[in-house]
């Protein structure tokens, strides 16, 4: 028999690893992007570096552990990392198991990928929007946007989620799955900087430092993270604030109330900071969280504590006054109203319905020959290295099994 003709939509991280594992299972393999050229969106992940893969992911470092099992542990990190290797990158793994090229360019990996796509004479049509799909009995009818019409064996569906769409991915893609039949979960921004509802913005902008953040919903720690926190005049962000924004904007979406609770002196114990008050209590107080605190986060604390004049000797103030400072130092919360756009987010949360997709194979349920790879799919995983390990998981998945007679 012979092997099919297989159509990538989207050449990002998901299709080109999709492309070149069908290749090598001697599949005819076309590529149709829209974009100029290939692989723009990597290169601008990891601020430049790419962080590709995270050498301790973990099936729960995604949103559908279950998803995700087969596929991480068929092409797990260690296997992205030869899989690269054997196309000339070095990793380098830092803190927490983030994976970069020893290179530290991200454009290594898109050369590297280029390369074998050229090597193994794989067809890439770019500046090629795809605007509809169809199926008629076997075939798929692929409509380009400049009216070209394209007959696929298989299709597989490549055109990641929404966020950065200057890099190409607009959600386009979420039409021609609907084209097909398929259902969307409503995707909302992830990794994404938080509004906060807060008077003290203006005070807090442009503070940048260590704490532990938690989110919290019905009074509850839902999630807590550790590491550097920025706030803007719009709400918080830094790397910390990225990990906790997809349960935050999942819940705010449904209408649900969320806060983010700053710890800022995680390193003291309550009896710590009583004893420092004592020790300065003919100190002003603002003087007193001098060397503990962020300097210019002193005035936005003291007016929460409703402590009006800073100058205020700490031995002056009521036993109300100085419980609820000391409160604010373990547990300052700030309501959450939502998030930055898609245009600042590094992923999508939401998209094709995985009832609908085959976690062994990455092929549709619905439609024979169709598949999903990458982030078009309702997956989406934590910040360092995982959202990238699931597009080369799933794009070998998909590969693989596109490419059989
Ligand atoms: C700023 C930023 C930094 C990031 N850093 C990291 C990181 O360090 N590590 C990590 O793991 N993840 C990171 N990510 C996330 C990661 O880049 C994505 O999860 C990953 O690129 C998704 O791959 P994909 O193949 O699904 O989609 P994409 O890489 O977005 O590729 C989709 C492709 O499809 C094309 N396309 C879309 N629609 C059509 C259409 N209708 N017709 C033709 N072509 C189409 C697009 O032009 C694009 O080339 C980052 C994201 C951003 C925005």
Same mark, same amino acid.
């Given at each position: 028999?012979?092997?099919?003709?297989?159509?990538?939509?989207?050449?990002?991280?998901?299709?080109?690893?999709?492309?070149?594992?069908?290749?090598?299972?001697?599949?005819?393999?076309?590529?149709?992007?829209?974009?100029?050229?290939?692989?723009?969106?990597?290169?601008?992940?990891?601020?430049?570096?790419?962080?590709?893969?995270?050498?301790?992911?973990?099936?729960?470092?995604?949103?559908?552990?279950?998803?995700? !099992?087969?596929?991480?542990?068929?092409?797990?990190?260690?296997?992205?990392?030869?899989?690269?290797?054997?196309?000339?990158?070095?990793?380098?793994?830092?803190?927490?198991?983030?994976?970069?090229?020893?290179?530290?360019?991200?454009?290594?990996?898109?050369?590297?990928?280029?390369?074998?796509?050229?090597?193994?004479?794989?067809?890439?049509?770019?500046?090629?929007?795809?605007?509809?799909?169809?199926?008629?009995?076997?075939?798929?009818?692929?409509?380009?946007?400049?009216?070209?019409?394209?007959?696929?064996?298989?299709?597989?569906?490549?055109?990641? $989620?929404?966020?950065?769409?200057?890099?190409?991915?607009?959600?386009?893609?979420?039409?021609?799955?609907?084209?097909?039949?398929?259902?969307?979960?409503?995707?909302?921004?992830?990794?994404?900087?938080?509004?906060?509802?807060?008077?003290?913005?203006?005070?807090?902008? $442009?503070?940048?430092?260590?704490?532990?953040?938690?989110?919290?919903?019905?009074?509850?720690?839902?999630?807590?993270?550790?590491?550097?926190?920025?706030?803007?005049?719009?709400?918080?962000?830094?790397?910390?604030?990225?990990?906790?924004?997809?349960?935050?904007?999942?819940?705010?979406?449904?209408?649900?109330?969320?806060?983010?609770?700053?710890?800022?002196?995680?390193?003291?114990?309550?009896?710590?900071?009583?004893?420092?008050?004592?020790?300065?209590?003919?100190?002003?107080?603002?003087?007193?969280?001098?060397?503990?605190?962020?300097?210019?986060?002193?005035?936005?604390?003291?007016?929460?504590?409703?402590?009006?004049?800073?100058?205020?000797?700490?031995?002056?103030? !009521?036993?109300?006054?100085?419980?609820?400072?000391?409160?604010?130092?373990?547990?300052?919360?700030?309501?959450?109203?939502?998030?930055? !756009?898609?245009?600042?987010?590094?992923?999508?949360?939401?998209?094709?319905?995985?009832?609908?997709?085959?976690?062994?194979?990455?092929?549709?349920?619905?439609?024979?020959?169709?598949?999903?790879?990458?982030?078009?799919?309702?997956?989406?995983?934590?910040?360092?290295?995982?959202?990238?390990?699931?597009?080369?998981?799933?794009?070998?998945?998909? $590969?693989?099994?596109?490419?059989?007679?």
């Amino acid at each position: 028999m012979k092997k099919p003709n297989v159509y990538i939509i989207g050449g990002g991280a998901s299709g080109l690893v999709a492309a070149i594992i069908a290749k090598r299972q001697g599949a005819n393999v076309t590529i149709i992007e829209r974009n100029s050229r290939i692989g723009k969106k990597i290169l601008v992940t990891g601020n430049g570096r790419c962080n590709y893969t995270n050498s301790l992911a973990n099936i729960y470092d995604y949103n559908n552990p279950d998803f995700v !099992s087969y596929g991480l542990s068929v092409f797990n990190p260690q296997r992205a990392m030869s899989f690269f290797s054997d196309l000339g990158i070095v990793p380098k793994i830092e803190n927490e198991g983030k994976t970069y090229p020893l290179s530290e360019q991200a454009s290594s990996i898109v050369d590297v990928l280029l390369y074998e796509i050229n090597r193994l004479g794989i067809d890439v049509l770019s500046d090629s929007l795809v605007t509809s799909v169809l199926k008629r009995n076997k075939e798929f009818n692929i409509y380009l946007e400049d009216g070209r019409v394209i007959d696929a064996d298989r299709l597989i569906i490549a055109t990641g $989620g929404k966020a950065l769409s200057s890099t190409g991915s607009d959600g386009s893609g979420y039409d021609l799955a609907k084209d097909l039949g398929h259902n969307i979960v409503t995707p909302f921004p992830s990794l994404v900087k938080l509004k906060l509802d807060s008077p003290y913005l203006k005070h807090l902008q $442009g503070i940048k430092m260590p704490a532990i953040a938690e989110l919290i919903h019905k009074d509850k720690v839902i999630q807590s993270e550790s590491g550097d926190i920025l706030f803007g005049n719009y709400g918080i962000s830094g790397p910390t604030i990225l990990q906790l924004s997809r349960k935050a904007n999942d819940l705010f979406l449904n209408g649900e109330k969320v806060y983010i609770k700053i710890i800022l002196v995680s390193q003291m114990t309550r009896k710590d900071v009583e004893s420092r008050f004592e020790k300065s209590k003919d100190k002003a107080v603002d003087q007193s969280l001098i060397g503990m605190i962020n300097k210019r986060y002193i005035s936005a604390i003291l007016k929460e504590s409703k402590i009006e004049k800073q100058k205020t000797k700490v031995k002056d103030l !009521s036993d109300k006054q100085l419980k609820k400072l000391i409160d604010l130092l373990f547990d300052w919360r700030f309501p959450i109203r939502g998030s930055k !756009s898609f245009n600042d987010a590094q992923v999508t949360a939401g998209g094709v319905d995985l009832n609908e997709i085959d976690d062994q194979t990455m092929e549709s349920k619905l439609v024979k020959g169709l598949f999903f790879v990458g982030e078009v799919m309702d997956i989406d995983g934590r910040c360092g290295g995982y959202n990238l390990q699931w597009a080369w998981s799933s794009g070998y998945l998909a $590969g693989i099994n596109s490419s059989k007679e």
